[in-house]
């Protein structure tokens, strides 16, 4: 089992610019996460998908950032447009259980810097 | 969601040493999970405890869940340097069952 892809592992990009985070949870599992980790504030659970359906996205910090669940192998986390305070580790995790319940396979991260 | 904090922050030990971190709620918590992260990794579950005063042992690492659903503690025997990380909590609860992470604390090894 390759565990959880996510792409790019790496991005810089310049202000303003659109950034598109990609993630192919485990086949199988049911829920996928993304989470936003930096130094202040910790780990963050932006927003959740139980099969393919946003379930709670009160961790979206504001409209510029999106995300979709168009089928159950693909993932994607949208910023439009971009900013340097959105500069973080974004993680995607998957898992088999109902939202946080039980053990979560998080994705390696994509480290995103805004300039 | 509920918050859950966690202590300390950092603790530096000497390889060999024992090393404990704590999570606490000011409500009851109706499951705990225990991850850890590797310098420049990924968070990684070790264990989930939902019954009240709950301990389970992985080899070295000890996990405990208070009587009271409000603690739980991660508790290390003689660490060695693989144990450098940080060890976060976290909880699932709310109609969502949102998972919320602690600050996590950063454990490190002196060989």
């Known amino acids: 089992d390759a565990g959880v892809i996510q792409s790019p592992r790496h991005e810089v990009t310049e202000m303003g610019q659109e950034v598109t985070l990609r993630c192919k949870p485990i086949?199988?599992?049911?829920?996928l996460f993304w989470y936003r980790q930096t130094m202040m504030r910790g780990l963050e659970l932006l927003i959740y998908f139980n099969n393919n359906v946003p379930i709670d996205d009160s961790g979206m910090p504001e409209d510029r950032f999106s995300a979709k669940m168009p089928n159950a192998s693909f993932s994607t986390l949208k910023i439009q447009p971009s900013e340097p305070r959105d500069s973080a580790v974004y993680f995607c995790a998957s898992s088999t259980g109902l939202a946080g319940l039980g053990e979560q396979f998080f994705g390696p991260g994509t480290r995103l810097t805004v300039l | 969601g509920q918050q859950v904090m966690q202590i300390p922050q950092y603790q530096h030990v000497q390889e060999g040493e024992d090393f404990t971190t704590y999570c606490n709620s000011s409500t009851t918590l109706s499951n705990i999970q225990w991850y850890k992260q590797r310098p420049g990794g990924h968070p990684v579950f070790l264990i989930q405890l939902v019954k009240s005063g709950e301990v389970k042992k992985q080899k070295r690492l000890t996990f405990q869940f208070g009587e009271a659903k409000k603690n739980s503690s991660l508790h290390i025997t003689a660490t060695q340097t693989t144990d450098v990380g940080t060890y976060f909590c976290s909880h699932s609860g709310g109609s969502n069952y949102k998972l919320t992470f602690g600050k996590g604390t950063l454990l490190t090894v002196n060989p």
């Open positions: 086949s199988g599992h049911n829920s």
